[in-house]
């Protein structure tokens, strides 16, 4: 059984540029959330999506967007890149009727480097 | 603003040691409170669950207590071992004043079991 897969890995961009990064939950799991890392904060929540659906959202400019598809992989865009953005991102999934409520599964991450 | 504080300072113990580990929050208390293990380069992981209405949670040499009156979970590792080290996340889930889903992590302590 697969846990939650990110790609790309690794990623550079420049300042202005858009990025997409991608997310497949673990199998079963039909809630995606995802998070924004800087190098020795905690994960801060940028969204999450269930049936296709922005359901919560952190306090993240509307440059960041993200879709779900009907399979519940998820897509994170982040529009005009800054500098502040070079973070670890995260995906997170979980099943939003499982007990324990809440428990999530997380991905390795996708490090994106903004120069 | 509901802040999740952890030592920022990183605790280097001996091996075969208790590790005591410290959570605080501000203004309303979680419905849950969740500890989350993370290694270099890695997304975090899951490891134990308290809700509010519970005082202390176990598994294996882990142990997480939860006051409500002082908005203070502590986490421990007994008989640490260097295998054990990693930096530990506290996480504040939902409460009266938040939506069950909203996540809030802490920024992590960074544990060192020394052989």
């Known amino acids: 059984d697969a846990g939650v897969t990110q790609s790309p890995t690794h990623l550079i961009k420049t300042r202005g540029q858009q990025v997409t990064l991608r997310c497949s939950p673990k199998?079963?799991?039909?809630?995606v959330s995802w998070y924004q890392q800087a190098l020795g904060q905690g994960p801060q929540f940028i969204f999450q999506?269930?049936?296709?659906?922005?359901?919560q959202r952190g306090n993240f400019p509307d440059r960041f967007s993200g879709h779900q598809f009907p399979n519940y992989s998820s897509e994170l865009n982040v529009n005009a890149l800054l500098l502040g953005d070079s973070a670890l991102y995260l995906c997170?999934?979980?099943?939003?009727?499982?007990?324990?409520?809440?428990?999530?599964?997380f991905g390795p991450g996708t490090r994106l480097t903004v120069l | 603003s509901q802040k999740i504080e952890q030592n920022s300072e990183a605790l280097n113990i001996q091996e075969g040691k208790t590790a005591t580990l410290t959570c605080n929050y501000t203004?309303?208390?979680?419905?849950?409170l969740q500890w989350y293990r993370q290694d270099p380069g890695r997304g975090p992981v899951f490891l134990l669950l308290?809700?509010?209405?519970?005082k202390e949670k176990r598994k294996e040499r882990l142990k997480v207590t939860f006051d409500t009156t002082l908005k203070q979970s502590l986490f421990h590792i007994t008989a640490s071992q260097p295998a054990d080290s990693a930096t530990y996340l506290c996480?504040?889930?939902?409460?009266?004043?938040?939506?069950?889903?909203?996540?809030?992590f802490g920024s992590g302590t960074r544990l060192s079991i020394r052989p």
């Open positions: 997170a999934s979980s099943l939003v009727m499982a007990d324990p409520y809440n428990e999530q599964f």
């Open positions: 199998s079963g799991h039909d809630t």
């Open positions: 999506y269930y049936e296709e659906e922005e359901r």
């Open positions: 203004n309303y208390s979680p419905a849950y």
């Open positions: 308290i809700r509010e209405n519970e």
């Open positions: 996480a504040h889930v939902g409460g009266r004043y938040s939506s069950a889903s909203k996540i809030i």
